[in-house]
């Protein structure tokens, strides 16, 4: 029994020999071709995000207090312009309407009265029973009466018009983006209850860097990237692009509006706004940095994307590192990608950053 226990030892020997020659440290390392960044002169552009918004859009509150009776509408409904939206609790209202009218008959019947006392006043004056002071001071009454119904009469307006505001009403046609109240709520004057928008026209709205805004405004052209038919995205051009004049002092960026061609977008939607063909910045002056502020452009497969991380590798002496970019490109974009940070022209970085994250990996000699 020991000879084939020593055969089997002998065995066992050989096939740990032979593993032994073929470890991965002896396998060939992957050579990964390099490309240098170059700053192109011509084509600069920047890209920003963007918010769809309607044009016309209007937050509709209350102008009376009171319970809300009725919701008529909820968010997505069509609404034509005059249709009642909601009802707020008229009771009140309709007191002091009922009030007002009584002050007006009131008013009216001071006022009627004045009149004859005054038109007695003229007829004992000129019978000379009265002084020139008694007659007016009839006057007097009587355009004080006149006046009193004036007033009478604008209350009663004023609560007539306070009682139609307990009707909730749509200002022009459109879509209820979002409701804010529910029935049994209670309304006040300026409390929103829903916002209304109109779905046609649509514009994007994008927020650029106080920094570029100067850069921007010599774009030579401005798209807008949207959904279209299928699932895809599409570069439209502006009907109207409106750069307002001041920057926001908090987040210190100047705000682009956009007006749309018919776009199948919704508002609140993300969007992406380009600024093309942007004039090559000026000769720096003195004491300021000289670094390029073209965006450098590379192939897609030279950019390495893992959730937020978005990075490229680049050579150091005989190695890759990962450095971290920023990118003005979608990650869903098959096309060329733009670096606008981390890292500088001149720099040599890996044309294939899946390769270039294998174990052992090295760049090819130039």
């Known amino acids: ?71 008529l509408v909820k968010a997505g409904d069509t609404v034509k312009a005059g249709q009642v939206l909601a009802r707020i609790d008229a009771r009140d209202t309709s007191a002091g309407l009922l009030r007002s009218q009584a002050d007006v008959a009131q008013a009216e019947a001071q006022f009627n009265q004045a009149r004859m006392q005054w038109e007695r006043s003229q007829q004992l004056k000129a019978q000379g029973f009265i002084s020139d002071a008694a007659l007016d001071s009839a006057r007097a009454q009587w355009q004080a009466a006149q006046a009193g119904v004036a007033a009478a009469r604008a209350g009663r307006s004023q609560a007539a ?6 009707t909730v009403t749509a200002p022009f046609d459109g879509r209820v983006l979002n409701t ?42 401005v798209e807008v990237e949207v959904p279209v038919a299928g699932g895809q995205a599409a570069w439209l051009k502006p009907t109207q692009v409106v750069s307002l004049p001041g920057a926001d002092p908090v987040s210190q960026t100047v705000e682009w509006r956009l007006d749309l061609p018919e776009v199948a977008a919704l508002p609140g939607q993300t969007v992406r706004v380009r600024f093309a063909d942007l004039k090559a910045p000026s000769a720096p002056t003195a004491g300021a940095s000289t670094q390029a502020t073209a965006p450098l452009t590379v192939p897609a497969q030279a950019v390495l994307r893992r959730g937020e991380l978005t990075a490229v590798y680049v050579v150091r002496g005989d190695r890759f590192m990962l450095q971290a970019v920023r990118t003005g490109t979608p990650a869903t974009s098959t096309g060329p990608v733009t670096l606008l940070s981390g890292v500088r022209p001149g720099d040599v970085i890996a044309a294939d950053a899946l390769k270039a994250g294998l174990a052992n990996a090295t760049p090819a000699k130039p």
């Open 1 to 71: 029994m020991a000879f084939p226990l020593a055969r089997h030892c002998c065995l066992s020997a050989t096939l740990l020999l032979t593993l032994s020659v073929w470890t991965p440290a002896q396998a060939a390392a992957p050579v990964v071709p390099t490309l240098k960044l170059q700053a192109q002169a011509q084509g600069l552009e920047r890209q920003w995000e963007g918010v769809i918004q309607a044009v016309r859009q209007s937050t509709v509150a209350a102008q009376v207090p009171g319970n809300v009776t009725a919701l």
């Open 161 to 166: 018009l306070a009682q139609g505001f307990t």
């Open 180 to 221: 804010h109240v529910e029935v049994g709520d209670l309304a006040a004057p300026g409390r929103p209850v829903l916002t209304l928008y109109a779905p046609r026209p649509l514009r994007a709205v994008v927020q650029v860097p106080a920094s570029q805004a100067d850069a921007a405004r010599t774009a030579q052209r």
